[in-house]
C-alpha cells in the first residue's frame, strides 16, 4: 500500500496487542494515521486483539439500529483498511461478556479523583450537556479492563488515549499490589502521526466535530472539502509566497506525499509558483492512492454480509477463550466462584 512508502512505521519487539475502536460516523484518516497503519503493521509480527468497542459508544446512546449498522461499517473499515482476520483477532466487545464483568471488579478498586482527572470525561461532557451519564465517567474503567482482559503490554492508540493507558497502569499496579502479579502494565504504541488535526487546521481530526477526512469519501467528495480547508493565513492571493511550516494541507502531505514531491510542493509553495488549489488536487490525488482501495475492500465486504458475520462471531469465540482464561484467575484472585461455561 502506497502509505508504506512514506510512513517509517512501528517495529518493535513485543508480545501481546490489544487496541479498541468506537463504531460512532465513518472512520477518518485521524483513525487511519493514529491508530490503524500500526494495527495492520502490527499483525505481522505479534498476537492482536482488534475490538470495535460497542459498550463503550453505549455512551452516546444511539439508536439500536444506527449502532448496529456503525459497528458493521467500523468492522469493514478495520478489514478494509488490511486487517487480516486470519492473522488478528477481529471481534465486538458486547460478545465477549469478560469485559463488562472485569470491568466492575476494576470500578470497585479505583478511586473517585482518579477519573475527575480525565480530561475526555470533560470534553464530552461538554459535547454532549444532555446525557452526562456514569458511563462517560467510567469509560476508562471499561478500556482498562479490554486491554488487561487479554494481558496486552502494547496498545496502539493516538495521543489523546495516553491519558487513559495511564490510569490503565495505575489500576494494574494497584491490582497487583493487592492481589499479586497479574496484568503487565500496558504501555501506548503511538504513530508517526499520533494527532492529525481537522481541516479546520485547529483541532484533532474528530467524527464528532464534523471537521474530518472519511476514509471512504470519493476524491470528489475529499476535493470538495479541502477547497474550503485551511491553508497558510498569511497567504491572502495565489501570488503571495506560503510557509508550509504552519499550513495544515502541507502536514497531511507529510503522511501521503512520497520525499521528493513533498520538495517539489514545498518549494513551489514557498515562492508561490503553486497555488492553494493545485496544492490541494495533489493532496486529494495522493489521499486517493490509499483511500481508493479501502473504499473498494469496504464495498465488497458489504456485499458479503454473511462473511462479515463468520469474521466477528469467529473472532468473538477466540477472544472470549482468552478473556475467559484471565477471568478464571481474576475470580480466583478476588474470591468469586467460577462458573462453568
Ligand atoms: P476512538 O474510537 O475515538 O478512536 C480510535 C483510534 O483512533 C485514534 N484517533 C486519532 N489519532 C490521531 N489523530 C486523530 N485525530 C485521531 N482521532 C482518533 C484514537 O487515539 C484511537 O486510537 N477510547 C478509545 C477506544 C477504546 C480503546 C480500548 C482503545 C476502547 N477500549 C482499548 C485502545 C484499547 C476511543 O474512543 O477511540
Request: proline share 5%; charged share 25%; hydrophobic share 40%.
Amino acid at each position: 500500500m502506497a502509505i508504506e512508502r512514506v510512513l517509517p512505521l512501528y517495529t518493535g519487539n513485543m508480545a501481546r496487542i490489544m487496541s479498541g475502536i468506537q463504531p460512532t460516523g465513518n472512520l477518518h484518516i485521524g483513525n487511519y494515521l493514529g491508530a490503524l497503519v500500526n494495527w495492520v503493521k502490527m499483525q505481522e509480527q505479534f498476537e492482536c486483539f482488534y475490538c470495535v468497542v460497542d459498550l463503550h459508544a453505549l455512551t452516546r446512546r444511539p439508536a439500536a439500529e444506527v449502532l448496529r449498522q456503525a459497528v458493521r461499517e467500523v468492522a469493514i473499515g478495520i478489514l478494509a483498511s488490511g486487517v487480516d482476520p486470519e492473522r488478528a483477532t477481529l471481534f465486538v466487545q458486547s460478545q465477549v461478556p469478560q469485559h463488562s464483568e472485569l470491568a466492575w471488579v476494576l470500578t470497585c478498586m479505583t478511586p473517585l479523583g482518579d477519573l475527575h482527572r480525565m480530561t475526555q470525561f470533560k470534553d464530552k461532557s461538554t459535547q454532549q450537556p444532555e446525557n452526562i451519564n456514569t458511563g462517560l465517567f467510567s469509560y476508562p474503567i471499561l478500556q482498562t479492563a479490554d486491554i488487561v482482559l487479554y494481558r496486552a503490554d502494547r496498545v496502539p492508540v493516538g495521543e489523546d488515549q495516553e491519558q487513559h493507558l495511564e490510569l490503565a497502569r495505575e489500576t494494574v499496579r494497584r491490582f497487583n499490589g493487592i492481589y499479586g502479579d497479574t496484568f503487565p502494565e500496558p504501555q501506548v504504541v503511538k504513530s508517526v502521526a499520533p494527532r492529525v488535526l481537522g481541516l479546520d487546521g485547529e483541532k484533532k481530526m474528530s467524527k464528532s466535530l464534523n471537521n474530518e477526512i472519511g476514509l471512504f469519501e470519493s476524491a470528489d467528495e475529499t476535493m470538495q472539502k479541502l477547497r474550503g480547508a485551511k491553508t497558510d493565513p498569511a497567504r491572502l492571493r495565489k501570488t503571495d509566497p506560503g510557509n508550509p511550516e504552519v499550513c495544515n494541507i502541507f502536514r497531511y502531505h507529510k503522511f501521503f506525499t512520497g520525499a521528493e514531491q513533498r520538495a517539489e510542493i514545498d518549494a513551489g509553495c514557498r515562492s508561490a509558483a503553486l497555488g492553494c488549489v493545485d496544492c490541494k488536487k495533489l493532496l486529494s490525488a495522493n489521499l486517493e492512492v490509499v483511500k481508493g482501495p479501502i473504499r473498494e475492500r469496504a464495498t465488497l465486504l458489504r456485499e458479503q454480509p454473511k462473511r462479515l458475520d463468520e469474521i466477528l462471531d469467529a473472532g468473538a469465540a477466540r477472544a472470549r477463550a482468552e478473556a475467559e482464561a484471565t477471568m478464571q484467575i481474576v475470580r480466583d484472585r478476588v474470591g468469586l466462584r467460577q462458573t462453568k461455561r
